[in-house]
């Protein structure tokens, strides 16, 4: 049995916060602001994975009004996800996401982003694809007040 999920999420670009992209911290004069360490990539595969299954959202199972997850590493978000859906006897195929902003450029990073959620998801890094563009100077993320990740994932119950 196979299950598609699909999961976006947005976050506003700050000064004076760390940008974390995929696990991966990349040095930029912005990062984004959210509860956790607002890595919108991890977030936006958290969505993919517990929407394949209707097992609600990442809002739902990590509160951003709950103190526990206040600067949570995204990472570890991400591997209770993963936990949920392997409860359900379900294991991930592969992971197609992209990412929107206008800056930085992390086609440099993407390798790393790749090795950090295969790893987390026990897949190889040929299963997990990580994509860049940008709005070519259009709307919040075009003027780098925002950015925002799509992902899906595809699950199998073996």
């Given at each position: 049995?196979?299950?598609?999920?699909?999961?976006?999420?947005?976050?506003?670009?700050?000064?004076?916060?760390?940008l974390?992209?995929?696990?991966?911290?990349i040095?930029?004069?912005k990062?984004?602001l959210?509860?956790?360490?607002?890595?919108?990539?991890?977030?936006?595969?958290?969505?993919?994975?517990l929407?394949a299954?209707?097992?609600?959202?990442?809002?739902?199972?990590?509160?951003?009004n709950?103190?526990?997850?206040k600067?949570i590493?995204?990472?570890?978000?991400?591997?209770r996800?993963f936990?949920?859906?392997s409860e359900?006897?379900y294991?991930?195929?592969?992971?197609?996401?992209?990412?929107?902003?206008?800056?930085?450029?992390?086609?440099?990073?993407s390798?790393?982003?790749?090795?950090?959620?295969?790893?987390?998801?026990?897949?190889?890094t040929?299963d997990?694809?990580?994509?860049a563009?940008?709005?070519?100077?259009?709307g919040?993320?075009?003027?780098?007040e925002?950015?925002?990740?799509?992902a899906n994932?595809l699950?199998?119950?073996p």
């Amino acid at each position: 049995m196979f299950r598609i999920g699909f999961g976006i999420d947005f976050h506003q670009m700050v000064e004076g916060r760390d940008l974390w992209i995929g696990g991966v911290k990349i040095p930029h004069h912005k990062g984004a602001l959210g509860h956790s360490d607002a890595d919108v990539l991890l977030h936006a595969i958290c969505d993919a994975l517990l929407g394949a299954l209707a097992l609600g959202d990442i809002g739902m199972h990590f509160p951003n009004n709950d103190a526990a997850y206040k600067n949570i590493d995204s990472k570890i978000l991400l591997a209770r996800c993963f936990e949920l859906i392997s409860e359900k006897g379900y294991k991930v195929v592969n992971v197609d996401a992209s990412i929107c902003l206008e800056a930085p450029k992390i086609k440099p990073y993407s390798p790393q982003m790749r090795e950090v959620i295969a790893g987390i998801l026990q897949l190889t890094t040929d299963d997990v694809s990580v994509k860049a563009t940008t709005t070519e100077t259009m709307g919040f993320v075009g003027r780098e007040e925002g950015l925002v990740a799509y992902a899906n994932v595809l699950l199998m119950k073996p």
